[in-house]
């Protein structure tokens, strides 16, 4: 099957330090990864889709420069949240592209990352 | 603007009864549509899928219909059982499950013993 990592899982940071997040594929290469988030008892809201070896895309409304994503290598790629603040508290989810399947590829997602800003 | 909704926030089955989750989408170009299920402060895990060339798919005791005209999706568990209570996400997308999918914004299924 196809496996999705994620860590940490829950991180507890002070305000206007960064977090690193990871989200790697297990067992699998993901050109493509997508980070999400989720707020209480909302959907889960696209952030980016992170390409491997170029720049990721944004969607509207999220600061690049304050969701910095590096897709290194076909199975991991990073999320760092500069200078967090209170408000970036939040479930923090990462999917990959399992391209093996043919035409219609799943996504398959990491467990989460509870992130808490003080 | 919401282009992908559950109306239901929750729902309540007996064990055993069939649970029929529903999902409404807008934008017509959607092509490819998920079922996902997820509990607390884990990822969402996949559980079903169509697509729109399709009006049903079946998995075991999971099946999705497809209404293209009226833009309607609905989840099938037959029978309901208690390890099926979660919260289950509809999520579509143009251009196959691949692409970047549209969430709504879950359906909480308890099953009772």
Sequence with gaps: GAVVSQHPSRVICKSGTSVKIECRSLDFQATTMFWYRQFPKKSLMLMATSNEGSKATYEQGVEKDKFLINHASLTLSTLTVTSAHPEDSSFYICSARDERGGSYNEQFFGPGTRLTVL | ?113
Aim: hydrophobic residues 35%.
């Design chain 2, 1 to 113: 603007d919401q282009q992908v909704k559950q109306n239901s926030p929750s729902l309540s089955v007996q064990e055993g009864r069939i649970s029929i989750l529903n999902c409404d989408y807008t934008n017509s170009m959607f092509d490819y549509f998920l079922w996902y299920k997820k509990y607390p402060a884990e990822g969402p895990t996949f559980l079903i899928s169509i697509s729109s060339i399709k009006d049903k798919n079946e998995d075991g005791r999971f099946t999705v219909f497809l209404n293209k005209s009226a833009k309607h999706l609905s989840l099938h568990i037959v029978p309901s059982q208690p390890g099926d209570s979660a919260v289950y996400f509809c999520a579509a997308s143009v251009g196959g499950g691949s692409e970047k999918l549209v969430f709504g914004k879950g359906t909480k299924l308890t099953v009772n013993p």
